[in-house]
């Protein structure tokens, strides 16, 4: 398969836009009739054929103003229809057949469990019916369903009902309309029987909203907290942007085949069950979290994303980095946390610094891009994210409000660029961003150097700064960016100084680095301070420090930022990792092991930190701070440091785990926190003493009512290989194995097991009924459960785990390319590690590239990954 890469610099507007269209659909599982009646008109003066995009139609009639097209007017490709020797303003009528049931893309309209539903975003209209299927052509839809409405109750479309109709053959048409001009990517179709939650909200206007939750049956008691969410996120917008919901009705679509986290298309949100369904027996405490946030990023996306679209697909940062970064803060004001920042930013450090060092890097703006589906990543949304934060600190939240509403003044209804939203923010507060503009042009994670000078003469303290951007797979050249850091002094002890310095700060401390070098003098600096260079992660970058064992465990313990103490103590423990992977050292120090026990024991510590802060750095993590990585040397030295950090911590940690139990459970941030910290007590004493962990995850799995307690003592049952491992596992198996959704679970800990019959095992579990390749979400639990978690038999000696995950692409190839490219991405790292895994790793992947039927989507990265 040779697919040509589109280019951001071939951009041209369309020449032709389509302002209207009528749909009719009448549903049939195999052979769905899509009747549509465009209103087309030609843009700016050119005799160009009109080209609609279209893939897997059946054409059955095409006319033009009334008119049968003749077959010497027409030409069909596998990807397009064009139309030649047309008006300037013509309605183009098209029935097309298409069958859903064969659909395991799940892209396009498809069958999710009997339930039709569709996922479009970000190409997938063309497998509904030929069309100018890209986001710069906005249209007003009318969309009629037919059905047989004993079999659908609920036939759903964007926008409000407007008819509903009796067939004289017993059918029923329901017909919706949506007010808003909107790209085809927004547009969304739903048919099923559901039970539906209902509930309203009063706008700031004080007009009614009806919300409406629609939810397998037998689910409704799982459907309350996204109601909730879905309240807060509208009161939050309201509060803090100033913004308004706009239609009547609001609703929600929970499907059990998705394969992502949501969509939210204008009015009638699809979402992946995963992100709906939960209550406290069924759902964990991060579950509950997930549904927040991505309740609130699919309610935000109607001003960001909606209300204002992207011109075109390079852009897509432009709503979605934006709208991670609305929810990151909703978030953040909903639990009132630190450590949501330290979550956040746990994910760029794992995930996306990975993305910016491998075969796939790019910048959050892509300029290049044969799939667009391999472009909903990490960089786009994490990073994208950043870059919107990195501006809300420069420009302070008040003149970041004042931008936000200059861009909906300007755009509101427009599909717009990156560019545009910046000059919003320049224009509505006089200030330059042209240099900070190369966050949008240049992959790669810039790396930030820090040298100090201490002058007790002159009570002055210098800091040297150099910035650097390693050459990534796209760009070799890397210009200096523009990076704000924000810096705080502290004494020995820990407590803040004044910064006095003749150097631009701007509110909050924030300096900002330009060139590629320069210099910062404070003055009226009494002793030697410890700098925090990177307080609450200011910019996504690398920075270098070279802090002494006493000044880390200071700031671990006493900065006034959260990100920053737990920062100092990641980088703490990394060193020694790092020394006893190198074979440098043998012991890590008794002042180091000294520090976490007195973390353990500082009682001014809230828990949710405190949990955070006795965590160990993460594999994924340590493996983006260097090259030629010996894997298992790696696994080995994070295993010497557990077992010599345990003893210590045993005695503080068990007394800390009776006391955070709770008799009561309850779902607010103090509760959770102390889960939270009880899970970390937890893992280190398993570490210190097997037989009693084992006593201690029993007697929690069976004492307890919910499901993160339950869940926390069966993920440290499996990590540690506890002899109650096997029946805690069975006894979840035999209570949930009707859910697919809890299974997930169960499946991800499978894959995960750090066992020598783990490949034994995993052949057992895809036998299970409740697997099925087919449905994203099993097959992301237990497949990504082994290849990115389980790195002890993923990485096994003989390359077996390579050959495991390889075989699972292929056979998702077919079925669902867009899970398969996501899934391979453990073996596209093949150039981090030494040989033999980077050979055995390479050798699948050149395994897969010969594929015959090799997807787009595989065949873009398999092959990035190559080069
Ligand atoms: N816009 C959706 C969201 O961010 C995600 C759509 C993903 N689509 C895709 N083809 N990968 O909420
Ligand atoms: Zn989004």
Known sequence: MTAKAKL???????????????????????????????????????????????????????????????????????????????????????????????NTSLEGLYLSDGAFCTQCEAEGFRKITYYLDRPDVLARFTTKIIGDVEQFPFMLSNGNQIAKQQLADGRTAVTWQDPFP?????????????????????????????????VDKGNLDRADYAMES????????????????????????AVDFFNMGAMENKGLNVFNSKYVLANPSSATDQDFNGIESVIGHEYFHN?????????????????????????????????????????????????????????????????????????????????????????????????????????????????????????????????????????????????????DHYDADS???????????????????????????????????????????????????????????????FNGVA??????????????????????????LTLSQHCDDGFTRWDAMQTLLARYIWGIADGVINEVPTQVIAGLVAISQNQHIDDALKARLLQLPTVNGLLNQREQIDIHALLDALETIRQQVAPALHQTCTSLYSELQQSQYSLDAASIAKRSLSASCLSWIAEANGQQADQLCQSLYDSSDNMT???????????????????????????????????????????????????????????????????????????????????????????????????????????NPQIAARLINPLTQWRKFTAPQSIQMKACLEQIYQLKDLSKDLHEIVGKSLE
């Open 459 to 521: 009570q002055t303290y210098t800091l040297e700064f150099s910035q650097q951007t390693p050459a990534t797979a796209d760009q070799a050249d890397k210009k200096a960016t523009h990076v704000p850091l924000r810096l705080g002094l502290y004494d020995s002890d820990g407590a803040a100084l004044p910064l006095n310095t003749d150097s631009p700060l701007t509110d909050g401390n924030v300096y900002s680095l330009i060139t590629d070098t320069d210099t910062l003098v």
């Open 709 to 815: 307690e339950q869940l926390n003592a069966l993920t440290i049952a499996n990590r540690f290989d506890l002899p109650c491992r096997s029946s805690l596992m069975d006894q979840f198996e035999q209570r949930w194995q009707d859910d697919g959704l809890v299974m997930d679970k169960w499946l991800n800990l499978q894959g995960c097991w750090n066992s020598e019959q783990c490949f034994d095992n995993l052949k057992t579990v895809e036998a299970k009924p409740f697997f099925k390749l087919t449905n994203p979400n099993r097959a992301r639990s237990l497949i990504a459960g082994f290849a990115a978690m389980n790195y002890r038999y993923f990485h096994a000696e003989d390359g077996s785990g390579y050959q495991w995950l390889s075989q699972k692409i292929q056979n998702l190839n077919s079925i």
């Open 8 to 102: 951001l610099s071939d951009y041209q507007a369309p020449d032709f836009t389509i302002d209207q269209i009528e749909l009719t659909i009448e549903l049939d599982a195999e052979n769905t009739k899509v009747t549509s009646t465009l209103r087309v008109q030609r843009q700016g003066k050119h005799d160009r054929p009109l080209i609609l995009d279209g893939e897997q139609l059946q054409l059955q009639s095409l006319h033009i103003d009334g008119q049968a097209v003749p077959q010497q007017q027409y030409h069909q490709t596998d990807s397009t229809l064009t139309i030649s020797d047309i008006g300037d303003e013509l309605t183009v009528d098209i029935v097309v057949t298409i069958n859903p049931a064969a």
């Open 182 to 214: 909107k790209p085809c990517y927004l547009f969304a179709l739903v048919a099923g029987d559901f039970d539906l939650l209902e509930d309203s909200f009063t706008t700031m206007s004080g007009r009614d909203v009806c919300l409406q939750l629609f």
């Open 230 to 253: 879905l309240k807060n996120s509208m009161a939050w917008d309201e509060k803090v942007y100033g913004l308004e919901y706009d239609l009547d009705i609001y609703m929600v679509v």
């Open 527 to 552: 002793s030697h301070p410890t700098p925090a260079l990177l307080k609450g992660f200011s910019a996504p970058i690398k920075l270098s420090y070279d802090y002494s064992d006493e000044q880390l």
């Open 303 to 451: 001003w960001t994303g909606n209300r204002v679209t992207c011109r075109d697909w390079f852009q897509l940062s432009l709503k979605e980095g934006l709208t991670v970064f609305r929810d990151q803060c909703f978030s953040e004001d909903m639990t009132g946390s630190a450590v949501n920042r330290i979550d956040d930013v746990a994910i760029i450090r794992s995930h996306q610094f990975a993305e910016d060092a491998g075969p796939m890097a790019h910048p959050i703006r892509p300029q290049s891009v044969i799939e667009m589906n391999n472009f909903y990543t990490v960089t786009v949304y994490n990073k994208g994210a950043e870059v919107i934060r990195m501006m809300h600190t420069l420009l302070g939240a008040d003149g970041f409000r004042r931008g936000m509403d200059l861009y909906f003044e300007r755009h509101d209804g427009q599909a717009v660029t990156c560019d545009d939203f910046v000059a919003a923010m320049e224009d509505a507060n006089s200030f330059d961003l042209s240099h900070f503009k190369t966050w949008y042009q240049q992959a790669g994670t810039p790396e930030v150097t820090v040298t």
